[in-house]
Each structure stands twice: as structure tokens, then as C-alpha cells.
């Protein structure tokens, strides 16, 4: 299947500071990606829908200012978490659709856990 | 995005034995998927059904899909201890983008 890699996969920041995470489709051009956010033991909750070449849709309750995405290319999305604090520790996981495809299968990258000292 | 209820929300069984899995949901659904998530990964693609179809397998699984009363199972048949994880649903609504809402989840530890 489709391969969506994830980097960091880890990552420990100290309060305030801004943490990008990347994801990339590695075998497929993806014109929209998304991002999601996990607490231990809970679902995942979609927070934004990012889209090659424009803004990102972000969900309720979501802030766009302090979740910059950034989707400059057809294999690259970018989620940066600005003034990181504690309550953002979390797992965040981004999951992309082949431009190419239309059977629905989202493809998943490992994950980048973020824990913000 | 309105999430999909499981249950059980954990699920402990011998290996050799069978695990089902429940999933309810409130929309209307173009599909229905099933993700699996060992701690601290990503999630695994495991199946997809359709609105229209009413049960699919693909190995040791099978799935149902009662639209009527917005429900879905997921069955592994001779659980094995690799099987242990958790199991997600993730509904694509109709006419909506390609983003899923996910269940609540379901642990399911399969001993040895």
C-alpha cells in the first residue's frame, strides 16, 4: 500500500517554543492531507483538512493561529505547533488520499508524539 | 466531526477465540472503515465496506454494515496474540470530503 511517513516520530519541547511536524506521501501525490490529534486511550479527532496550494480548513474549536499547516506540494504537508504548552502533548497523526484514487482509503503515517515540558 | 460509538471499549479473550466488535454511528455514510492501531503507531487500513453492501471478508475478518439501524461489527475469527491492539470504525459521510470520523475504540488483548 501507499506510504505516508511522519518526522519527527518523537519530540520534547520546553513551554513556549514552536515544534514543526512534516508528513510526506512518499509513493503517491496527495492533494489533501489531514491532520489528527490523540490523547492516550481516546480517539483520533480530526483538527484540519489540509489542502495543496490553499488555507487550510480547520475545525471547530481548532486554532488556526496556533496550528500553522502549511501544504506547498502535492507530497509535502507541514503542522507546526507555535507557543507549544503542556495541555498540547499529544499525538498527532496525519493521513493523506492519492490524488489518484477514489476508493476512500485514507494512509496513515506512524504518528509524531509531542510532549511539551 | 461527530465521532462513531464503540463497544466494547476493551475486550479480553484467549487466543483461539473468536472477537467481535460494535460500532454505531448517527449520519448517513458513503462507507465505513476499520482501522487497527498498535500503542504508539499509526493506524492499519484493514477493511472497507460500502453503503450498499452488507458484509465483506478479507482473511480472518468479517464485516457487517446494517445501514438501517447505523451499525456496524467487526468480527476476527482464531484470534491470535498479534491481534491485540486497538480497533477503530471511521465513517466517510455522504456527500461530505474525504475525511473519516472516527469511533471511540475498542482494546482488544488477545492472550496467549
Known amino acids: 500500500g501507499a506510504v505516508v511517513s511522519q518526522h519527527p516520530s518523537r519530540v520534547i519541547c520546553k513551554s513556549g517554543t514552536s515544534v514543526k511536524i512534516e508528513c510526506r506521501s512518499l509513493?503517491?501525490?496527495?492533494?489533501?492531507m489531514f491532520w489528527y490529534r490523540q490523547f492516550p486511550k481516546q480517539s483520533l479527532m480530526l483538527m484540519a483538512t489540509?489542502?495543496?496550494?490553499?488555507?487550510?480548513?480547520?475545525e471547530q474549536g481548532v486554532e488556526k493561529d496556533k496550528f500553522l499547516i502549511n501544504h506547498a506540494s502535492l507530497t509535502l504537508s507541514t503542522l507546526t505547533v507555535t507557543s507549544a504548552h503542556p495541555e498540547d502533548s499529544s499525538f498527532y497523526i496525519c493521513s493523506a488520499v492519492s490524488s489518484g484514487a477514489n476508493t476512500g482509503e485514507l494512509f496513515f503515517g506512524e504518528g509524531s508524539r509531542l510532549t511539551v515540558l | 466531526s461527530q465521532q462513531g460509538e464503540e463497544d466494547p471499549q476493551a475486550l479480553s479473550i484467549q487466543e483461539g477465540e473468536n472477537a467481535t466488535m460494535n460500532c454505531s454511528y448517527k449520519t448517513s455514510i458513503n462507507n465505513l472503515q476499520w482501522y487497527r492501531q498498535n500503542s504508539g503507531r499509526g493506524l492499519v487500513h484493514l477493511i472497507l465496506?460500502?453503503?450498499?453492501?452488507r458484509e465483506k471478508h478479507s482473511g480472518r475478518l468479517r464485516v457487517t454494515l446494517d445501514t438501517s439501524k447505523k451499525s456496524s461489527s467487526l468480527l476476527i475469527t482464531a484470534s491470535r496474540a498479534a491481534d491485540t491492539a486497538s480497533y477503530f470504525c471511521?465513517?466517510?459521510?455522504?456527500?461530505?470530503?474525504?475525511?473519516?470520523?472516527f469511533g471511540s475504540g475498542t482494546q482488544l488483548t488477545v492472550l496467549p
Open positions: 489540509s489542502n495543496e496550494g490553499s488555507k487550510a480548513t480547520y
Open positions: 465496506i460500502r453503503s450498499n453492501e
Open positions: 471511521a465513517m466517510r459521510s455522504s456527500g461530505s470530503a474525504r475525511q473519516l470520523t
Open positions: 509513493d503517491f501525490q496527495a492533494t489533501t
